[in-house]
């Protein structure tokens, strides 16, 4: 005859089993466990003109502008950024610096210009969130 255990000791255990892991999760610090998140690299390090900010038409022209331009031709179409943000390294030989202008119709998204001298060398989005 094949006997079964009573239900009461699979409970028991279950129990025993739930109270260890559950003291092992007091003791134990699972944030180290976890991804830390990214340094923000899109803070301003100099606010230019608070004001600043991207229409649709100007952002629609300045996506219009071919990588590698003068500087000039975007200056054509935007005058001064909202802040400046910190420089980068794109290429190991070329500091980079960077220009911010919110959008209008959308404050919370960035238009991140980048610039290596007086060349345009392409742009990004910032997401912010508060």
Known sequence: MNRRPPKRSSVRYMLAGGSAIAAIGLLVDPSHLMPKPAPAKDFCQEIVQPTA???????????????????ANLKQVINQPYCKLPGL????????????YPLAF?????????????????????FRHD
């Open 89 to 100: 390294q794109v290429r190991s030989d070329t500091p980079a610096q960077r220009e911010a």
């Open 106 to 126: 959308d404050p919370q998204t960035w238009f991140v210009v980048l610039y290596e001298g007086d060349e345009y060398v392409g742009y990004s989005f910032s």
């Open 53 to 71: 900010s991207l229409s649709r038409q100007q952002l629609s022209a300045l996506l219009a502008v071919p990588e590698r331009s003068p500087k």
